[in-house]
């Protein structure tokens, strides 16, 4: 299996070209092979509805008798917005598959591979799995746990804070920091924040999908942030607005211990098919998403405040021990510029 580790590695490549478009399909790369193991034809998917990345490839080929198809997903088996990719692969001729980890989905996992077995194909795999897995953690999450896959961002000085005492916040990083944020953004279903933020930053955080908790529906319609996008905004069921914008969806929320429950939330962002998001808020909102968080963008800028009422990046929690901390792995590290960028995922 490890001669294949590179064309995975390849695959993996080319599923990536598609992040951020596929929603809420994985994302595949595949690599199809000649006898002699060169690289004939190549394939991904490229956004939802689209062609599997299996069936990219073996359509840009007449025949494929005899060679071997790698792909970083088990080949799906049954009838969606396409035709099952197992199918063409037994047309095809396809003599071997090279697979990089089961697909959790329940109406696929093990049965694209049976019925690749049953033809006669030979099957190579898991191989990368781990790799594999990372690349759709997402997917992962939806398909076994029926949720919505949380991240969060922050941009803090080396003592965690996020602002000054007075408020202000502008910048602790760099240019090229903000825009590596703003790239992020692309990869997730939508964007989230909290009224707060909107009435201190008027920010307009462009995405195709954003999300506003506003408790009170104390946020202007006029803000920067309503002027594209569709929007959801969360409020109590207390609260109400006349004549919203139509790009506006007001959801009523229940409470707990005066804030919005963060799980309903969570819940309704899954029920409306938004398979992921990414939070870019105040210490109090981050604090509040840290318990469903699957991973955490953490910029650091190489400044420190020693402001002791500055605002720090995750509030909220009044733990008094160790031992009660919320636990991450560090994910990967990268020098941003004048800054570190480290990405932390669960435990």
């Known amino acids: 299996m490890e001669k294949y580790i590179t064309e995975m590695d390849r695959c993996i490549e080319l599923a990536l070209k598609a992040r951020g478009m596929t929603s809420p399909n994985p994302l595949v790369g595949c690599v199809i092979l000649d006898s002699e193991g060169k690289i004939i034809s190549e394939g991904y998917h490229k956004k939802c509805g689209q062609n599997h990345a299996e069936r990219d ?14 792909v970083n997903l088990e080949p799906c088996s049954h009838f969606g917005k396409t035709p099952p990719c197992t199918d063409l692969i037994i047309e095809k001729g396809i003599k071997t598959v090279v697979y990089g980890m089961q697909d959790p989905n329940p109406l696929v996992c093990s049965n694209g591979l049976k019925k690749l077995k049953d033809a006669g194909i030979k099957l190579i795999g898991p191989v990368s799995e781990d790799k594999c897995r990372k690349l759709n953690e997402v997917f992962i999450k939806n398909q076994t746990k029926k949720q919505t ?7 803090t000085t080396i003592d965690g804070k996020i602002a000054s005492s007075s408020g202000d916040s502008k910048w602790i990083t760099s240019d090229l920091s903000r825009n590596t944020a703003r790239n992020l953004r692309k990869f997730y279903d939508a964007i989230l924040t909290s009224s707060s933020t909107v009435i201190a930053d008027n920010p307009t955080m462009e995405h195709k999908c954003k999300v506003i908790l506003d408790t009170n529906l104390k946020t202007d319609f006029h803000s920067n942030i309503y002027k594209q996008g569709k929007i959801y905004v969360f409020h109590s069921q207390n609260s109400s ?22 799980e309903f939330v969570l819940n309704k962002l899954f029920e409306f098919g938004i398979m992921s998001v990414f939070v870019e808020s105040g210490g109090v909102l981050n604090g509040s998403f840290l318990p469903f968080a699957d991973k955490i963008y953490h910029f650091t800028a190489p400044k420190i405040l020693c402001d002791n009422n500055g605002k720090s990046c995750f509030d909220g929690k009044n733990a008094d021990k160790i031992s009660q901390c919320f636990e991450f792995k560090i994910e990967s590290t990268e020098i941003i510029g004048s800054d570190i960028l480290t990405v932390y995922s669960r435990l």
């Not at 607005?241 to 963060?262: F, M, S, W």
């Open 149 to 155: 896959f949380v991240a969060i961002k922050t941009a």
């Open 57 to 70: 490839a073996l359509l840009k080929l007449s025949d494929a008798l005899g060679c071997t198809l790698v």
């Open 241 to 262: 607005a006349q004549n919203p914008p139509e790009n506006v969806n007001l959801i009523p929320t229940p409470l707990v211990n005066g804030k919005l429950d963060v």
